[in-house]
């Protein structure tokens, strides 16, 4: 059985940082890119950053470039998001995602998703 489990969420003020972990379990990723969503109260969820499993290559929203990192640990087949700079409007529900790779990176054209951690930014 296929799992995602993030961690790290947590409450933190404006300008701080936190370490979101995704850990998959119940097969290999290799073939897929994986990645976090998020989901504030009464919107969407968004795409937020994503990672290739097996080239590492990355992509990120515009609205965290330069300040969430995302990055991989294959051994462990665990995704890490870093979470600096922190704003409120980040505030959100965070969820780890995988798909298949060349899929649509769209809350709809997720293969597998965890069930969330929640990020609270106070001002």
């Known amino acids: 059985q296929v799992q995602l489990a993030e961690s790290g969420g947590g409450l933190v003020q404006a300008g701080g940082s936190l370490r979101l972990t995704c850990a998959a379990s119940?097969?290999?990723?290799?073939?897929?890119?994986m990645g976090w969503f998020r989901q504030a109260p009464g919107k969407e969820r968004e795409f937020v950053a994503r990672?290739?499993?097996?080239?590492?290559?990355?992509s990120y929203a515009d609205s965290v470039k330069g300040r969430f990192t995302i990055s991989r640990d294959n051994a462990k087949n665990a995704v890490y998001l870093q979470l600096n700079k922190l704003k409120p409007e980040d505030t959100a529900v965070y969820y780890c995602?995988?798909?298949?790779?060349?899929?649509?990176?769209?809350?709809?054209?997720?293969?597998?998703w965890g069930k969330g951690t929640l990020v609270t930014v106070t001002s």
């Open positions: 119940g097969r290999t990723f290799s073939g897929f890119d």
């Open positions: 995602a995988a798909a298949w790779i060349g899929s649509d990176w769209t809350a709809s054209g997720m293969n597998y």
């Open positions: 990672i290739s499993m097996s080239s590492g290559l990355t």
